[in-house]
T-cell receptor, first 111, second 110 residues
Framework: NAGVTQTPKFRILKIGQSMTLQCTQDMNHNYMYWYRQDPGMGLKLIYY???????DKGEVPNGYNVSRSTTEDFPLRLELAAPSQTSVYFC??????????FGSGTQLSVL | GEDVEQSLFLSVREGDSSVINCTYTDSSSTYLYWYKQEPGAGLQLLTY?????DMKQDQRLTVLLNKKDKHLSLRIADTQTGDSAIYFC??????????FGQGTELSVKP
């Protein structure tokens, strides 16, 4: 049972480039989330989804897009990368309102 | 919008009790959580409380919820050096949105 799988683990982007962070879960969870964690800070919610075909903005959605075409997958798209998007990104999922399962994170640097 | 606030640092002596506080703004919160993050590691769920409860105890951990004041606290009894970590408060509303506070760094001195 793989849980929540994020790829890639590390990535360096140039300013203005685009990329997609992949997230997939095999637990049939309805709820999926994308967070970013800046050094010494908490997690900020970027986008979340309560089921396939449904997405909603979190606290810091600007510069990002998501889609949820299947229950398993919740990719995060960065368009026109900026240095302010340098961060560690975590995907997470859960069923109901109990434990949140996290992916291992993606360390992104925009130079 | 919704917000979750915590004090940034707490320092205690080994064996003392630690109390970490959190305030939130979303009146439709259904569940409130405490997560722990050790250096270089991911977040680990410590405990959670449903919004219609006032208190939950789990071994050395006691969670108190004052829904009227939108105040949540985590008490760690007999704090050990292994409890040194960052503790995050989080709240979830009925719509599934889940947001975190900025974390409280707990330092336990021998």
């Amino acid at each position: 049972n793989a849980g929540v799988t994020q790829t890639p683990k590390f990535r360096i982007l140039k300013i203005g480039q685009s990329m997609t962070l992949q997230c997939t879960q095999d637990m049939n969870h309805n709820y999926m989330y994308w967070y970013r964690q800046d050094p010494g800070m908490g997690l900020k919610l970027i986008y979340y989804s309560v089921g396939a075909g449904i997405t909603d903005k979190g606290e810091v959605p600007n510069g990002y897009n998501v889609s949820r075409s299947t229950t398993e997958d919740f990719p995060l798209r960065l368009e026109l990368a900026a240095p302010s998007q340098t961060s560690v990104y975590f995907c997470a999922s859960r069923t109901g309102f109990e434990k949140l399962f996290f992916g291992s994170g993606t360390q992104l640097s925009v130079l | 919008g919704e917000d979750v606030e915590q004090s940034l640092f707490l320092s205690v002596r080994e064996g003392d009790s630690s109390v970490i506080n959190c305030t939130y703004t979303d009146s439709s919160s259904t569940y409130l959580y405490w997560y722990k993050q050790e250096p270089g590691a991911g977040l680990q769920l410590l405990t959670y409380i449903f919004s219609n409860m006032d208190m939950k105890q789990d071994q050395r951990l006691t969670v108190l919820l004052n829904k009227k004041d939108k105040h949540l606290s985590l008490r760690i009894a007999d704090t050990q050096t292994g409890d040194s970590a960052i503790y995050f408060c989080a709240e979830s509303n009925q719509g599934g949105k889940l947001i975190f506070g900025q974390g409280t760094e707990l330092s336990v001195k021998p």
